[in-house]
């Protein structure tokens, strides 16, 4: 069965840091890529960043380019997202999601075939 499992969310104040982490089942691990997309209340689900599994290329929505790191650990089969200079326009679920196929960069909803329950980040100003 395949699982994704996010964690690492919490409450940060504005400016700080937070590493969400994303383990992923034997079965997700064959798909060609992971993501990580954001949904704040009342407002439609945004891609955050993307990699493929072997970390060579990597994708970055541009609400969070420039502050944020993508990255992998197949060892663990285990993705990253590094969040700094976290802002309140942060505050959101964040999904881990898995996508197979060729295409990339991968930034659709459409492009990932697994999804995560996603957890929680809030940003205090």
């Known amino acids: 069965q395949v699982q994704l499992v996010e964690s690492g969310g919490g409450l940060v104040q504005a400016g700080g840091s937070l590493r969400l982490s994303c383990a992923a089942s034997?079965?997700?691990?064959?798909?060609?890529?992971m993501g990580w997309f954001r949904q704040a209340p009342g407002k439609e689900r945004e891609f955050v960043a993307a990699?493929?599994?072997?970390?060579?290329?990597?994708y970055y929505g541009s609400s969070v380019k420039g502050r944020s790191t993508i990255a992998t650990d197949n060892a663990k089969n285990m993705v990253y997202l590094q969040m700094n200079s976290l802002k309140p326009d942060d505050t959101a679920v964040y999904y881990c999601?898995?996508?197979?196929?060729?295409?990339?960069?991968?930034?659709?909803?459409?492009?990932?075939?697994?999804w995560g329950q996603g957890t929680r980040v809030t940003v205090s100003s």
């Open positions: 990699i493929s599994w072997s970390g060579s290329s990597k």
């Open positions: 999601a898995a996508g197979g196929g060729s295409s990339w960069p991968k930034y659709r909803e459409r492009e990932y075939d697994y």
């Open positions: 034997e079965r997700t691990f064959s798909s060609a890529a």
